[in-house]
């Protein structure tokens, strides 16, 4: 008895029989087209299932959690040893890697973050000057986005608020931070000179100063910034900041007035 060679492939379409053609057996006779193709399909179909089973079998596809996961260990579908994934409750995180320890399932600390949790960047163009739509192209609802603006030196973050750009907020770059530090140097000869302070003051006692006004922008500028927000109100508010820090560095560094007196005096 002759059958059918099947293959595990998905024919494109399936043969219909004419009203012209003369069935006929074989292997390429007519009456054979319809169903070598249609057993063609199952084999396809058949071998798909299979690579599923295998794959959920071997842990490769995520348990929907660790009782679902425990459950497959007690039924010997995990190994000893064997390492496989469980859907996380964290909404930053998609799966995390387990163990098979004793039976038992044990997470290993390796985890694939969720999308939400991945900023993707874009750059702007001339189509897109802001990079809104690069982004919200880029991403899924709920995920962050950031657009570098190189010229500027700057990144404004964005979240894909269901297809519309939502501004969260911008960082400055090096470029701005070191306009502000010389600004600032600006101020500071400001204050000093409204104290009182002239060329002649002792050099050591102004880098000392110097250096104390300018710590905490340097921190920011190394990328030690404890938030976004923070760095945008130091830009903000610089004079204010300025004036007030000076003050207290000019007092706090330079003796009594009455003493300077009498020293000019000697």
């Known amino acids: 008895m002759t059958k059918i060679d099947e293959k595990a ?21 007519v009456a054979n087209i319809q169903a070598g193709q249609l057993a063609d399909r199952t084999a396809y179909l058949k071998k798909s299932l299979e690579s599923f089973s295998v794959m959920i079998q071997s842990g490769d596809a995520p348990y929907t959690d660790e009782s679902a996961a425990q459950a497959a260990i007690n039924a010997g579908k995990i190994a000893e040893g064997a390492l496989f994934s469980v859907r996380s409750t964290d909404p930053m995180i998609w799966v995390a890697e387990y163990k098979n320890q004793g039976g038992t399932p044990v997470a290993t600390g390796k985890v694939i973050a969720d999308s939400r949790a991945i900023a993707i ?20 609802p709920a995920q962050l986005f950031r657009v570098i603006f190189i010229d500027d030196e700057k990144e404004v973050i964005y979240r894909n608020e269901s ?11 090096a470029k701005v931070l070191n306009e502000i530090r010389l600004a600032m140097a600006d101020d500071f000869q400001a204050v000093t000179a409204r104290q009182g302070m002239s060329r002649a003051t002792d050099m050591p006692a102004r880098r000392t100063i110097a250096a104390d006004f300018t710590q905490y922008l340097d921190t920011w500028s190394a990328g030690g910034a404890e938030s976004p927000e923070q760095q945008r109100h130091l830009c903000q508010s610089r004079p204010a900041v300025a004036d007030h820090l000076l003050n207290e560095l000019c007092n706090r560094t330079l003796p009594p007035a009455h003493h300077r007196r009498r020293k000019g005096a000697v």
């Open 9 to 29: 492939v998905w024919p494109s379409e399936i043969y219909q029989i004419r009203r012209g053609d003369t069935v006929s057996g074989g292997k390429d006779g």
């Open 121 to 140: 960047s874009v750059f702007p163009s001339e189509a897109d000057p802001d990079g809104t739509a690069q982004g919200i192209a880029a991403t899924l």
């Open 163 to 173: 297809g519309s750009p939502a501004y969260l907020y911008e960082v400055a770059g």
